[in-house]
């Protein structure tokens, strides 16, 4: 399913964000996701199923001021 | 100063974005002796991973972090980032941007009371980048923030305290609320004009990241941050227009 993954546009093969992560290879990173615009804790990736055309956004730590 | 129950010993919080090498943002937070840093979240691209190296960075500095919502133009951007945040940080706490001009970054305070009466209900602790509007500053308190982050000039600009006489205001009218100046520092100057006015901390980032001795900047504002804060406690004189001579005049020879 096409989806838009940090801004890119990505052909995926995972139904829920937990396998996305794993397919695209965060699965041992910190990381803090968000489905269209709304923040999705990592409790819930597992069951939360995407679809196409979903915006996913992947964000970890960094500098900051 | 106390920061949401929390004893902090530094009154310096320091950014932790563009230092020249990681090596030397070490280097500039140990200089600085300070016990809080901020830190943002960001799209983790290309392979290397760039935010875990960072992250594991910070936490062998083994201080604590105060993640912010930088570049958010929106109260339900800012929001979504803080929820990300609080569970990558592991911490309540939140430095609330939300941005309401592209050319000076001053905050938008409609949307900054909307997302921090959002936050304090979700339990974050709210540490709200502001401007030294009273009004703004009094709904902020309403909302649940417990702290108050002024701007000293827009961000990243250096030029210190734009409206001392706004700050000064701002001091007397909260005066159980710490207060930080948060922004435009440039100087060591700077930063001691704020803690002589009253402020509890300041936060800058760039002052230091972008000295040419990012270290030695850091020591510089550390003890600035101090002597200022020493000055503040030693009750300054009033200043006043005409001269006034300090010698004592009885007594001068050639004299009638």
Not at chain 1, 17 to 23: A, I, P
Not at chain 2, 47 to 61: E, Y
Not at chain 2, 77 to 97: D, H, P
């Amino acid at each position: 399913m096409r989806l838009t993954v940090n801004g890119e546009a990505k052909e995926a093969s995972a139904s829920t964000l937990d396998g996305l992560l794993v397919e695209l290879g965060y699965a041992d990173t910190v990381v803090a996701t968000a489905v269209n615009e709304s923040f999705v804790p990592v409790t819930r990736r597992p069951a939360l199923e995407l679809s196409e055309g979903d915006t996913v956004e992947i964000l970890a730590p960094m500098q900051g001021g | 100063m106390k920061a949401y129950d929390v004893e902090l010993g530094s009154r310096l919080l320091l950014g932790t974005a563009q230092y020249p090498s990681p090596a030397i943002l070490a280097d500039a937070v140990r200089a600085s002796g300070a016990e809080v840093v901020t830190v943002s979240l960001r799209r983790e691209s290309g392979r290397d991973r760039a935010g875990q190296g960072f992250w594991d960075l910070i936490r062998d500095l083994g201080v604590r972090v105060l993640p912010n919502t930088a570049g958010c133009h929106t109260a339900k951007e800012a929001v979504a980032t803080a929820q990300m945040a609080r569970e990558v940080f592991g911490t309540a706490w939140i430095k609330l941007e939300v941005i309401g001009d592209h050319d000076t970054l001053q905050p938008d305070v409609f949307g900054l009371v909307e997302a921090a009466g959002i936050l304090c209900r979700e339990g974050f602790e709210v540490f709200p980048y502001t401007t030294e509007d009273l009004g703004v500053a009094d709904r902020l308190l309403e909302a649940g923030c417990r702290v108050l982050m002024p701007w000293g000039a827009p961000i990243g600009s250096g030029r210190g305290l734009s409206n001392p006489y706004g700050l000064r205001t701002m001091r007397a009218r909260f005066p159980d609320v710490p207060l930080v100046v948060d922004a435009g520092i440039g100087l060591p100057s700077h930063a001691a004009q704020a803690m002589e006015l009253g402020y509890d901390a300041v936060l800058l980032n760039t002052a230091v990241a972008k000295a040419g001795d990012p270290a030695a900047m850091a020591r510089a504002f550390r003890q600035a941050i101090e002597a200022g804060r020493a000055a503040w406690l030693a009750d300054p004189m009033d200043a006043r227009d005409m001269a006034a001579p300090s010698t004592p005049v009885l007594g001068m020879a050639f004299r009638e």
